[in-house]
């Protein structure tokens, strides 16, 4: 792979990509669908400010990364500082103007999604609340894409768009917490939890059940990715945030699991869940 092809590759962290789209998707459906025209440039525009604040990460962290991981873009020399600055800034201009061009309501939920992107890379080495602003940004993803279905934003986005939050949080407090310790506390596995509470309680009768059934993934593959945590041996941190992030897919799918065709649903996610793990062995996440 050319050198500078890589280097993009991982600065902008492209095994993540995956998961925005099943994000995407998600509060897109929970939005009411239909509307598949606003589903692809929604799926362009998201995709594009991810890109940007993953490039954002790397020009706000630079000089962090020349003390402690040297192997990253640009304290290795595959690409200057300023030109990742520039590709950061094109990314979330790109996808604003995209946004924007679905509805002005949809334009304007970018520009608070932008607002926390900067807000995150700017202050995430140094707040220990950080992990709520990157959890923060993923409900926003979904806030925006159920803006973009037949039916607009209501309760299911919002809702389920929070409990993805909660999971993104307690992701990146996993790896935040453990950094450094041989065990990692348990409070923020508690988060992990959250999307398997909302969907016992937002459902009813058959629907309930169904979902409780559907909670089993997510919950599963949680527990799966944690074994060395409950082992009590030493976690090996980034292997473990990788396994948490590919499980948003899943967390996206119980979101959803209920109202559409389970075939359809697991064609569509499973898809996006293997295109996260396989894109994991070229892009690292972190």
């Known amino acids: 792979?050319?050198?500078?092809?890589?280097?993009?590759?991982?600065?902008?962290r492209v095994s993540n990509l995956p998961t925005v789209w099943s994000n995407c998707l998600a509060g897109w459906w929970l939005g009411g669908g239909q509307t598949r025209e606003n589903l692809f440039l929604a799926l362009v525009?998201?995709?594009?400010?991810y890109l940007g604040g993953a490039f954002l990460n790397d020009a706000f962290d630079a000089d962090f990364d020349r003390q402690h991981r040297p192997s990253r873009p640009i304290p290795s020399g595959a690409i200057t500082r300023e030109s990742v600055w520039g590709w950061s800034l094109g990314f979330l201009a790109?996808?604003?103007v995209v946004l924007a061009f679905i509805s002005k309501t949809a334009g304007f939920l970018a520009l608070i999604l932008i607002t926390c992107i900067v807000l995150y890379n700017a202050a995430h080495k140094a707040v220990i609340v950080s992990p709520w602003l990157i959890g923060l940004c993923r409900f926003w993803v979904y806030v925006i894409?159920?803006?973009v279905g037949a039916d607009g934003i209501n309760g299911w986005p919002i809702w389920c768009g929070a409990a993805l939050a909660f999971y993104v949080a307690g992701t990146s407090f996993v790896a935040q917490q453990g950094r450094g310790r041989r065990s990692i506390p348990w409070w923020p596995l508690a988060l992990l939890a959250a999307p398997m509470f909302l969907a016992f309680l937002m459902n009813a009768g058959g629907f309930r059940l169904s979902a409780m059934c559907f909670a089993l993934l997510p919950v599963g593959w949680a527990v799966r990715s944690l074994r060395p945590v409950f082992a009590a041996a030493e976690p090996n941190l980034p292997r473990l945030a990788s396994n948490l992030l590919a499980g948003i897919v899943f967390v996206d799918w119980l979101a959803v699991a209920p109202q559409i065709s389970r075939w359809m649903s697991?064609?569509?996610f499973l898809t996006l869940f293997a295109a996260t793990k396989l894109l994991q062995r070229f892009a690292p996440v972190a």
């Open 94 to 96: 790109s996808g604003a």
């Open 1 to 12: 792979m050319p050198p500078l092809l890589r280097a993009l590759l991982i600065l902008g």
């Open 45 to 49: 525009g998201l995709s594009l400010l």
């Open 145 to 147: 894409a159920g803006a």
């Open 266 to 268: 697991a064609a569509v």
